[in-house]
């Protein structure tokens, strides 16, 4: 849809169609009018590329809320908020099987049970999954439904360049292509995804760089453990930027991990060896290159055979090939890179954030689950509780009647200003991947502190023409100078 066709109100805008967004806006009422906008493509998107799966408590023989919630605080070193644990484990199964209803196909054995695999820090096989993409599943088939509600309006390839804060609501600025356009909207759920972007490293696409975050912040709303940051121990290792992911659910099935003499290290490391959470994992990687001297490391996992192994990595097993791995007969080399953000908008049990009407949801929220480290699979399940509690929260206060946006006349944007220079995004990924990796340097975080203080005063004061990499960097800088000024305090 083209930006003239929208309407001047909305009663919410939901930011982002990933699982947070598209299962919020399904829990939101048919009289509501809702605009969902897309920076890109509709499913391009954290969740899209989801591979390993939902972990939930379905099998009440073998599981228990009990362990899921315990297995959540080890993971997140007990970190966590435990009445957001506990809604994260006991409603989390209702919403799973609500996704079956939209058609969402969870793969099952030969008499029709869901199958659950392990995956490291699980003490029990609960996580569902379609093969090895899981998340594409989830997102074609909510967007599938989200497509059919004429309360929706969907608009794809448009970015919010700017959210404020009115006395009834909100004001976004759209931008797609050369079109720009105000929209108004009564409630707000920001649903933006990750931070990857902000590293040179990182599992996430090209849209995850914390806008969200940064309209939040720029509203006043707490932004809460920012640097709380999942470096993912086994991304593909190609000499390119584009890092793509092996699941932890490759370990899970019984990879092992191998050093630069194609020897198994884990052991010296942690006694779960390759089943431990991905933080220790990946700390042992880099524990284990400065003894070794070598960054190359191999995941296992060719003894499985190519029958299985195409059966159940079919997207791993492709995407390997294209890079001329053939994983049932090579080993497949990795390296650790962002993956996570545990932190982010500081949200309650019912999504909401400091900032009257506006909600966050998912992977941009800080709702407390993860603690200062997330549990595999645990960000899907968290992306639909917290979206449909943000929707029923948001119909709630709807239902009130106190709360309207009114179109007021507010400053508009100038849009025209310098060219962005080249080289901004880049130095700030540089200090981020030099500072603030796996094992944290406190030097360089201090030095890198404050060149991307620098780099964000020039930002915001130095006239450049809103075009969408002016935003992007501007995004990524303020991220850049939280995350920083978090661990140098
Ligand atoms: C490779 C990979 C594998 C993963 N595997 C798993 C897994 O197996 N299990 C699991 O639980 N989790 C997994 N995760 C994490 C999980 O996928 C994400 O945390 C979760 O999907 C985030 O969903 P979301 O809805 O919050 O954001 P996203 O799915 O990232 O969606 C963000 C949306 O915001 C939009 N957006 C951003 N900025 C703007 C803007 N300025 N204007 C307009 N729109 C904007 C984007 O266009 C996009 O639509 C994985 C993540 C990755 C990257």
Redesign the pocket.
Known sequence: MKLSELQTEYDVII???????LYAALNLEADTKVLM????ERK????S??????ACVLDFKNDSYELHIEDTLVAGRRANKLDAVKQLVTEGPRDVLKTIEYNVDFDRDENGELLKTLEGGHSRHRIVHHKDT??NELVTKLLAQVEKRPNITLCDM???TSVKRLSGGFVTDLMSGGEHRRIFSTFMLI????IGRVYKYT??PS???G??IRFAYEMGASIKNLSYIQFHPTAFNSDGREQF?I?EAVRGEGAYLLNANKERFMDRYDSRLELAPRDIVSRAIIMESRRTGSNKFFLDIRYKGKEFLSKRFPGISEGCLKNGVDISEDLIPIFPCQ??LMGGIETDLNSRTTVSQLYA????ACTGVHGENRL??????E?LVFGRRAALDIEKQKKLGIYKVHGEETEKPVYGGAPLPRGMRTEIREIMQKAYFVIPDSGAIHEGFKRVTDILNRLRIGGFAIEPDYCEALSIATVAFIILREVCE
């Open positions: 930011m982002g169609s990933g699982v947070a967004g906008i897309s920076k890109k391009l998107s954290n969740s590329l989801a591979q390993g799966g939902v899981t998340g448009t970015m919010a649903a933006t995804g990750g599992t996430n849209v995850a760089t806008d969200g992911l699941s993956h996570y949801a998912g992977e941009c595999a699979s645990n960000s899907l399940l992306a």
